[in-house]
């Protein structure tokens, strides 16, 4: 191989480890802060559990409930609401139920343990180039 190509092949090698090694500190650090977060600073949490539990400002479903009872409405109407009603309640003993900044911790390890794991082979394949080039190189 001639001198530019072989340049041009170690300048990639150490660009393509490197964004590999940069992979697997981007997911160390992330994996290591929801570490912490989660069993030493548990109240770092606390104002993201506050606002996901306020509750919804549903500004018509007075009016909805209302109307459900109304004459003025055609059975079919009366059938909708109810069943809107039912799903909205059905809606918020789900969301009462979801531990909403678990839910976060595990989306915040699959997206760590994703770059982790991408970055490992990126890392290790072009790593191994590159001292198989180096070893080439002096013997």
């Not at 393509?16 to 992330?30: H, K, Y």
């Not at 949490?45 to 209302?66: F, G, K, N, V």
């Amino acid at each position: 191989m001639d001198r530019k190509g072989s340049t041009v092949r170690t300048v990639y090698l150490y660009v393509a480890a490197l964004v590999g090694l940069g992979l697997l500190i981007a997911g160390g650090v992330q994996a290591f802060e929801l570490l912490l977060r989660a069993t030493l600073l548990t109240q770092a949490d606390a104002e993201e559990e506050l606002w996901a539990r306020q509750p919804p400002m549903p500004y018509s479903l007075e009016r909805i409930e209302t109307l459900s009872g109304s004459d003025q409405l055609t059975e079919a109407e009366k059938e909708t609401i109810s069943r809107w009603l039912a799903d909205y309640e059905r809606w918020e003993e789900q969301r009462a139920a979801l531990n909403t900044v678990a839910a976060r911790r595990e989306r915040q390890l699959s997206t760590a343990l994703a770059l982790v794991f991408a970055g490992i082979p990126v890392y290790v394949y072009h790593w191994s180039a590159i001292r198989r080039d180096l070893r080439h190189a002096s013997g």
